[in-house]
Protein backbone atom coordinates (compact mmCIF):
# COMPACT_ATOMS: atom_id res chain seq x y z
CA UNK A 1 0.00 0.00 0.00
CA UNK A 2 0.96 3.62 -0.70
CA UNK A 3 0.52 6.47 1.95
CA UNK A 4 0.36 9.90 0.23
CA UNK A 5 1.08 13.29 2.05
CA UNK A 6 0.46 16.46 0.41
CA UNK A 7 2.07 19.87 1.38
CA UNK A 8 2.60 23.51 -0.10
CA UNK A 9 -0.97 24.82 0.11
CA UNK A 10 -1.99 28.42 1.36
CA UNK A 11 -3.64 31.38 0.35
CA UNK A 12 -2.33 33.64 -2.49
CA UNK A 13 -3.85 36.54 -4.73
CA UNK A 14 -5.29 35.82 -8.09
CA UNK A 15 -2.57 35.69 -10.62
CA UNK A 16 -0.09 34.26 -7.99
CA UNK A 17 1.90 30.93 -7.91
CA UNK A 18 1.77 27.80 -5.70
CA UNK A 19 4.02 24.67 -5.51
CA UNK A 20 2.17 21.45 -4.18
CA UNK A 21 4.52 18.66 -3.04
CA UNK A 22 3.10 14.63 -2.77
CA UNK A 23 4.97 12.46 -0.21
CA UNK A 24 4.45 8.94 -1.21
CA UNK A 25 5.89 5.84 1.29
CA UNK A 26 4.94 2.27 2.44
CA UNK A 27 5.25 1.34 -1.51
CA UNK A 28 7.29 1.19 -4.96
CA UNK A 29 6.42 4.87 -6.18
CA UNK A 30 7.70 4.25 -9.49
CA UNK A 31 4.83 1.83 -10.15
CA UNK A 32 2.04 4.19 -10.12
CA UNK A 33 0.18 6.55 -12.27
CA UNK A 34 0.17 10.10 -10.04
CA UNK A 35 -2.69 12.11 -10.15
CA UNK A 36 -3.76 15.19 -8.61
CA UNK A 37 -7.49 16.27 -8.01
CA UNK A 38 -9.31 18.91 -6.15
CA UNK A 39 -12.95 19.61 -4.32
CA UNK A 40 -14.07 22.52 -3.87
CA UNK A 41 -17.00 23.62 -1.66
CA UNK A 42 -20.38 22.44 -2.55
CA UNK A 43 -18.67 20.70 -5.49
CA UNK A 44 -17.67 17.07 -7.01
CA UNK A 45 -13.92 15.96 -6.67
CA UNK A 46 -12.59 16.79 -10.17
CA UNK A 47 -9.79 15.52 -12.41
CA UNK A 48 -6.67 18.30 -12.26
CA UNK A 49 -3.84 15.97 -14.03
CA UNK A 50 -1.81 12.98 -14.23
CA UNK A 51 1.48 11.64 -15.05
CA UNK A 52 2.56 8.04 -15.97
CA UNK A 53 4.63 6.02 -13.71
CA UNK A 54 7.89 7.61 -15.79
CA UNK A 55 6.82 10.78 -17.14
CA UNK A 56 6.37 9.78 -20.59
CA UNK A 57 2.50 11.23 -20.83
CA UNK A 58 0.89 13.49 -18.93
CA UNK A 59 -2.75 15.10 -19.07
CA UNK A 60 -4.53 18.22 -17.62
CA UNK A 61 -7.79 19.32 -17.64
CA UNK A 62 -8.86 22.26 -19.75
CA UNK A 63 -9.55 24.42 -17.21
CA UNK A 64 -5.61 24.27 -15.63
CA UNK A 65 -3.93 23.60 -19.21
CA UNK A 66 -1.07 26.15 -19.80
CA UNK A 67 -1.32 27.67 -15.97
CA UNK A 68 -0.20 23.81 -14.40
CA UNK A 69 2.32 21.51 -14.42
CA UNK A 70 2.26 18.43 -13.15
CA UNK A 71 6.05 16.35 -12.78
CA UNK A 72 7.42 13.55 -10.41
CA UNK A 73 10.40 12.65 -8.73
CA UNK A 74 10.73 8.84 -8.25
CA UNK A 75 13.77 8.68 -6.61
CA UNK A 76 12.47 11.33 -4.18
CA UNK A 77 9.11 9.61 -4.25
CA UNK A 78 7.52 12.99 -4.75
CA UNK A 79 4.68 14.21 -6.91
CA UNK A 80 4.52 17.95 -7.96
CA UNK A 81 1.74 20.59 -9.41
CA UNK A 82 3.45 24.06 -10.13
CA UNK A 83 0.09 26.22 -10.13
CA UNK A 84 0.95 29.80 -12.00
CA UNK A 85 -1.47 32.35 -12.38
CA UNK A 86 -4.36 31.21 -10.20
CA UNK A 87 -7.92 32.44 -10.39
CA UNK A 88 -10.12 32.50 -7.45
CA UNK A 89 -11.84 29.39 -8.76
CA UNK A 90 -9.12 27.29 -8.43
CA UNK A 91 -9.50 27.32 -4.88
CA UNK A 92 -10.46 23.98 -3.34
CA UNK A 93 -8.60 21.23 -1.32
CA UNK A 94 -6.32 19.01 -3.76
CA UNK A 95 -5.32 15.27 -3.47
CA UNK A 96 -2.73 13.57 -4.87
CA UNK A 97 -3.74 9.93 -5.94
CA UNK A 98 -2.01 6.37 -7.14
CA UNK A 99 -3.45 4.66 -9.45
CA UNK A 100 -1.93 1.36 -11.61
CA UNK A 101 -4.29 2.44 -14.66
CA UNK A 102 -3.70 5.15 -17.14
CA UNK A 103 -6.10 6.52 -19.59
CA UNK A 104 -9.31 7.14 -17.17
CA UNK A 105 -9.93 10.57 -15.02
CA UNK A 106 -12.54 8.68 -13.46
CA UNK A 107 -12.13 9.12 -9.53
CA UNK A 108 -12.78 5.31 -8.90
CA UNK A 109 -9.85 4.00 -11.15
CA UNK A 110 -7.39 5.70 -8.20
CA UNK A 111 -6.58 3.22 -5.27
CA UNK A 112 -4.76 5.13 -2.69
CA UNK A 113 -5.57 9.28 -1.65
CA UNK A 114 -4.16 11.59 0.57
CA UNK A 115 -5.87 13.72 2.90
CA UNK A 116 -5.12 17.06 0.71
CA UNK A 117 -4.31 20.37 1.19
CA UNK A 118 -6.40 23.99 1.08
CA UNK A 119 -5.47 25.93 -1.84
CA UNK A 120 -7.03 29.58 -1.50
CA UNK A 121 -7.07 32.15 -4.04
CA UNK A 122 -8.33 35.28 -3.11
CA UNK A 123 -9.51 38.04 -5.67
Known amino acids: QVQLVESGGGLVQAGGSLSLSCAAS????????MGWFRQAPGKEREFVAA????????DYSDSVLGRFTISRDNAKNTLYLQMNSLKPEDTAVYCC????????????????WGQGTQVTVSS
Open 51 to 58: ITKSSDSI
Open 26 to 33: GGTFSRYN
Open 97 to 112: AATQNWGSRARGTYDY
